[in-house]
């Protein structure tokens, strides 16, 4: 139940005087329905009204309040007219003016002969000083208790920026004094203000200093909603992962088996991800776990090692692919490793008829499975295992969910409570990171398997296309493999992005040959598009693929080392390194070229240069975050990061990482959430409408 001293915070703006039913639509749509929306609508700038100069000092162009004796009113000879109005003050004169104003209205507010304090912006028309429609008409009385600087909030078109303030005053002055959340400590340390006066200081800047994320008005605001995520987020984890889960401690013998048939041995890192693993593994707790890694730095082994961990431990292992390519890929790869080590391997895939699933759903029930690789059809179904000790999902970022939304599909199929290993190759930068993941811990598989030479990306804008094909055909007859890359179509229509890439596999096929180019789109039929794969994959089979984003995760296609993408500007930076991590896997240097349309934005090209100036994925996602800003990096919607309006992920960043260790503090030392500060932490939680966090405290 929220608490009562929250009541105010959620009162409909309707009930706000002066905010009428059409009002309150036009409001919530910009900012939400309740009170609190208009408190976290914070102004975007602010109008200084202090700036008070004589007439023949004015400078035009700046807002400025005059102290004016009115004068004569020259009403328009015709309707297109301006109404003006001279005024005066000892130094000069200026010219008030009007477009389509109402005589009566100018008559009472500017009288002939009073004084009159007019502020708005200076203009000179014909070198002569006017303000065209001043913002502000005060008597002379009035005006010290004006307030000079006046916020500016975002709008929406069709409200007036004075009704909107107006209403925001309204719910500000519903505040309550809330109390402190913070440690107090921390509190002191960061010389912060308590929320009611951050609040009101927020929205009342004097100084465009005070409009920074940084002030410490906002950066108290931004700690707060940190802090109620990351407490949600610590909150929720406790559910999931102090839940006990079959302790899985492997002997090595699978492994070692494994091992012996691979042509490499595992890298430090991944030996050194494969230890964490392990031991949350044989932990008796529920291991939830992020393995991050750049593209091509191994991550498939180290899923395929753990799992083999679980089956030693006598449990069945589930990994799980975002697209159809990827789980048959890695049901290849795996194969000769189970092989090895004398596990049975089954792969499901949305294609397999009803029929097959119900087989294979019987075979896992009945453990003649140890280790499944499959793609949503592993939870949509009702598959059940007979003991599933682990379940990895690879590149989670690709299901467009946050993986709690999975696991809460797989605790209702009733799976009971596997070991989570979330992989992605996504390069998050750390302060997402801790935004998304903040409630799992995190492995980090750093560096890349030995003997990879660093490939190498260049731009060149579109209209060198023909020499462009010039060259790779020359790339071709030397034996070379090539992915070509269609452009993005907004909304990801597969229907448009299908007829770029059969036009640009037509026009490829008649000037290279048609036996050399294949062609992978989201809406071949899936036969169609292993057929495809399978020719590029063959060494004798088509030297360049001509494809959608669909290649972008996981294909592992070793001898292609060339790239062209059509119109990388539209790209994301990451997609982009996710794209190009599909070249130089094998022993010939990767060349990737990004194909652009001029002209490129500054923001666009600084972001294309840094693909080509490194390669390191969390450098590119760092730069990506500086350059786009939190929401975009990863597509907002679809990455499930949370949607701050307060904090601004790409600035406040060490506020996040405190609200994180402040979460994790908390839980530790008062997992119940019973100590003096619990209360307050809950009206936290409530306050940023962590409702079902906010449940979770044991105390009322
Ligand atoms: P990703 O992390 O992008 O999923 P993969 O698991 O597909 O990367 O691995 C990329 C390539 O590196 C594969 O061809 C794989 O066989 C190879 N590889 C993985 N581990 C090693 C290793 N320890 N030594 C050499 N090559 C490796
Ligand atoms: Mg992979």
Redesign the pocket.
Known sequence: MRPPILFPAFTDIKAIKGCGPRLAEQIGRLAGPHAVDLWWHLPSGLVDRRYQPRLADAVPGRIASLHLRIGQHQRPRSPRQPYRIMAHDETGEIALVFFNARPDWLARTLPEGEERIVSGRLETFQDRLQMTHPDLIVTVEDWPAQEKVQPVYPLTAGLSPKVLGRIVAGALALAPDLPEWQDRAFHERQHWPSWLQALQAAHRPAEEADLSPLSPARARLAYDELLAGQLALALMRGRTVRRAATPLQGDGRLVAKALAALP????PA?SACLAEIAADLASGKRMHRLLQ?????????VAALSALTAVEAGHQAAIMAPTEILARQHAA?LQPLADAAGIRLAVVTGRDSDKAKAALGAALEAGEIDLIVGTHALIQSRMRFRSLGLAVI?EQHRFGVHQRILLGERERAGDGPAHLLV?T?TPIPRTLTLALYGDMEVSR?EG????RQPGITSMAPVDRLDDVIDRLRRRLDEGAKAYWICPLVADEDETAEQAAAEGRARMLSAVLGADRVALLHGRLKPAEKDAAMARFADPDGAALLVATTVVEV?V?V?AASLMVVEEAERFGLAQLHQLR?RIG?GTAQGRCLLLYTPPLSDVARARLETLCETDDGFVIAERDLALRGAGEVLGTRQAGLPQTRLADLAVHGELLAAARDDARLIMTTDPELTGPRSAALKVLLYLFERDAAARLFRSG
Do not use: E, H, I
């Open positions: 490499f041995s595992p890298t991944q890694g750049d593209v091509g730095s191994g991550k498939t082994l790869v690879d992989m190759a598989l890349k398997p030995p003997g996981g592992d070793p991590g896997r």
